[in-house]
């Protein structure tokens, strides 16, 4: 972390988990447990038919609600989807894009990706573009050249004003729901490879105020070691956000002074 420069995330990201009722319990025990946290933002990423009463019971203890993907295209014939636009007026504030379980199994592509981190930028939204290689590309040695690639797409045309907007997560695949976790210095490396790609597009002043996430098993016996890093302002955490005491733990680890 780095906190002169830029701010710390704490997200969760609940996937296809907690049903409307579940979704309040959580609520009433994530508010009973956090306090309010100073260093860190909070922010919990949510199927979208939970966003609007999230937003609601989330307002008086300072969590930002995110949704976990949007359409590209702000209105059209597009059966089954959700576009930025209709996130925003309901109160959202980030939206996750190209996590890798939507490239899995949904044809997401960097450019899509591209076309999304737009979509969100023009609604208002900030986006938390994910990247990541699969253990074949890590053993391979080409991981470096991947995320470098993956950035790249991923902000295609996007303007040096709105990089203050955007948040990437450094997600290794091998890593995501697997209890694998990158070690603090596998973390460090990506997290510093992606600044540094935007320091080469946008400059160091734009680069230095990019919040980097790290995902991908991150719970509450790693976070402080990740967050250790210079280069890691945060996490986008899958499992352990659905238990407010280890998402809290989490909280802890990114808010200590
Ligand atoms: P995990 O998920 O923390 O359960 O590994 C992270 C993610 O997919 O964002």
């Avoid at 701010?7 to 009433?28: C, Q, V």
């Avoid at 391979?140 to 709105?162: D, F, H, M, W």
Wanted: hydrophobic letters at 40%; a positive charge; glycine letters at 8%.
């Amino acid at each position: 972390m780095n906190r002169r420069y830029r701010k710390t995330i704490i997200a969760g990201n609940w996937k296809m988990n907690k049903t409307l009722s579940e979704t309040r319990i959580f609520a009433d025990e994530l508010k009973s447990l956090m306090g309010r946290p100073k260093w860190c933002e909070v922010v919990l990423c949510v199927p979208y038919v939970n966003i609007q009463a999230a937003t609601r019971l989330f307002k008086d203890c300072r969590v930002s609600i995110g949704a976990e993907n949007c359409h590209y295209e702000s209105s059209g014939a597009y059966t089954g989807e959700v576009s930025a636009e209709m996130l925003k007026e309901l109160g959202v504030k980030y939206v996750v894009i190209g996590h890798s379980e939507r490239r899995q199994y949904y044809n997401e592509t960097d450019f899509t990706v591209n076309k999304k981190v737009h979509a969100a930028l023009e609604a208002g939204l900030r986006p938390i573009v994910c990247v990541g290689e699969s253990l074949e590309q890590r053993e391979l040695g080409v991981t470096l050249e991947l995320i470098t690639y993956q950035v790249k797409c991923a902000l295609s045309r996007v303007p040096a004003e709105k990089m203050r907007h955007v948040v990437f997560a450094y997600e290794p695949i091998w890593a995501i729901g697997t209890g694998k976790t990158a070690t603090a210095q596998e973390a460090g490396e990506v997290c510093e490879t992606i600044r540094t790609v935007i320091r080469k597009l946008y400059g160091a002043r734009v680069a230095r105020a990019v919040t980097v996430q790290y995902g991908g098993s991150m719970n509450p016996k790693n976070a402080q070691e990740l967050l250790a890093q210079p280069d890691v302002d945060g996490g986008l955490i899958g499992g352990a956000s659905l238990k407010p005491d280890q998402f809290v733990e989490i909280i802890n680890a990114a808010n200590q002074e």
